[in-house]
């Protein structure tokens, strides 16, 4: 359960107890006016009819400026009401929380501000000493930082959704984590005074068909954790992705000029990044994450297709390369 606060002008009064009537919602609470004309509404809702309620809520406000809608976190309802415990029981286990609060919490993870830059950097020397250093718990530190995840998962959103401001949004966020991971991981390779092609850094020159599955079920996980609400599961699919440590191996392998080894993380990091956003969209699909309005959820059901279908053929084509690079080598 959650409280969804409204404050709007007092003449929306009727039209929130309608919605809460229709939608059988009991426990509604009504503040004094304000002086400014506006009003403090709280209605305690069930997992059920939250999206519903927050949509019919944002489609009847639409044209005040001053509404305002917020979602409030409820840890426990104790309540002697028969009905109440029965929801509570229902709802055990299986919170899926609503399209806003998903949207508001992958948008921060793609935001391109100093604080992104700053982790990328540190993620960057964490990982590149941890692979120089063949210290694996050092890198499984580089990897629970993961600044490139939210960006990737940020993009799988925005396209089912149709946002395409979050879009691009992630994309320049991904593509500058990556540039900047790879300049450090260049520095750090030229200063280095000990062999840089360490087992560790090597393990990252190759990318197989059981990392593409562990990616698929990392970034499946990603977005499942997200729309259920469960997220520490977050933490397991950082290990399990790791995009830090081939990016870093990148910049590892150009500073001493071993273009091949560079590919072979390169190709790695690509397989890693398609898998996730393919399989995050494939949840996000599944669970119904769309568009408040028809006509936004019938342009976006069109552009999924379509990103669905590049997702899909940029893997084919990432698998067909570590074949042939297999069979080469």
Request: net charge neutral; hydrophobic share 50%; with cysteine.
């Given at each position: 359960?959650?409280?969804?606060?409204?404050?709007?002008?007092?003449?929306?009064?009727?039209?929130?107890?309608?919605?809460?009537?229709?939608?059988?919602?009991?426990?509604?609470?009504?503040?004094?006016?304000?002086?400014?004309?506006?009003?403090?509404?709280?209605?305690?809702?069930?997992?059920?009819?939250?999206?519903?309620?927050?949509?019919?809520?944002?489609?009847?406000?639409?044209?005040?400026?001053?509404?305002?809608?917020?979602?409030?976190?409820?840890?426990?309802?104790?309540?002697?009401?028969?009905?109440?415990?029965?929801?509570?029981?229902?709802?055990?286990?299986?919170?899926?929380?609503?399209?806003?609060?998903?949207?508001?919490?992958?948008?921060?993870?793609?935001?391109?501000?100093?604080?992104?830059?700053?982790?990328?950097?540190?993620?960057?020397?964490?990982?590149?000493?941890?692979?120089?250093?063949?210290?694996?718990?050092?890198?499984?530190?580089?990897?629970?930082?993961?600044?490139?995840?939210?960006?990737?998962?940020?993009?799988?959103?925005?396209?089912?959704?149709?946002?395409?401001?979050?879009?691009?949004?992630?994309?320049?966020?991904?593509?500058?984590?990556?540039?900047?991971?790879?300049?450090?991981?260049t520095i750090i390779g030229l200063i280095w005074p000990l062999p840089?092609?360490?087992?560790?850094?090597?393990?990252?020159?190759?990318?197989?068909?059981?990392?593409?599955?562990?990616?698929?079920?990392?970034?499946?996980?990603?977005?499942?954790?997200?729309?259920?609400?469960?997220?520490?599961?977050?933490?397991?699919?950082?290990?399990?992705?790791?995009l830090m440590p081939p990016a870093v191996t990148i910049g590892l392998?150009?500073?001493?000029?071993?273009?091949?080894?560079?590919?072979?993380?390169?190709?790695?990091?690509?397989?890693?990044?398609?898998?996730?956003?393919?399989?995050?969209?494939?949840?996000?699909?599944?669970?119904?994450?769309?568009?408040?309005?028809?006509?936004?959820a019938r342009t976006a059901k069109q552009s999924q297709k379509i990103?669905?279908?590049?997702?899909?053929?940029?893997?084919?084509?990432?698998?067909?390369?570590?074949?042939?690079?297999?069979?080469?080598?």
């Amino acid at each position: 359960m959650k409280i969804i606060e409204v404050i709007a002008d007092k003449q929306y009064q009727d039209t929130i107890k309608v919605i809460a009537e229709h939608h059988q919602i009991d426990d509604v609470w009504f503040g004094a006016e304000n002086e400014d004309g506006r009003i403090d509404a709280r209605l305690l809702v069930t997992t059920e009819n939250r999206q519903l309620v927050l949509d019919e809520l944002q489609e009847a406000l639409q044209t005040s400026s001053g509404a305002r809608i917020i979602i409030l976190p409820v840890e426990t309802v104790l309540s002697s009401d028969k009905n109440t415990k029965e929801q509570n029981k229902t709802n055990k286990g299986s919170s899926i929380i609503s399209r806003e609060e998903i949207f508001s919490h992958v948008e921060k993870g793609a935001q391109l501000n100093q604080n992104f830059f700053v982790l990328v950097v540190l993620s960057s020397i964490v990982a590149g000493i941890g692979l120089l250093e063949n210290n694996i718990a050092v890198i499984i530190g580089a990897m629970v930082i993961a600044p490139l995840l939210g960006p990737n998962i940020a993009f799988s959103l925005g396209s089912s959704l149709g946002e395409t401001r979050l879009m691009w949004q992630s994309l320049k966020a991904i593509a500058s984590g990556i540039i900047l991971a790879i300049v450090v991981a260049t520095i750090i390779g030229l200063i280095w005074p000990l062999p840089i092609e360490t087992q560790e850094v090597l393990i990252r020159t190759e990318a197989n068909y059981a990392g593409t599955a562990i990616a698929l079920a990392s970034g499946a996980a990603a977005a499942l954790s997200l729309v259920t609400g469960t997220s520490g599961v977050l933490v397991g699919v950082m290990v399990a992705v790791a995009l830090m440590p081939p990016a870093v191996t990148i910049g590892l392998m150009l500073s001493i000029g071993n273009l091949p080894l560079a590919l072979g993380a390169a190709l790695l990091l690509a397989v890693n990044i398609v898998c996730i956003n393919l399989s995050a969209k494939l949840v996000f699909l599944i669970k119904g994450i769309q568009p408040r309005t028809w006509l936004e959820a019938r342009t976006a059901k069109q552009s999924q297709k379509i990103y669905l279908l590049i997702w899909v053929v940029l893997l084919i084509l990432l698998v067909a390369v570590i074949y042939f690079r297999h069979k080469t080598l």
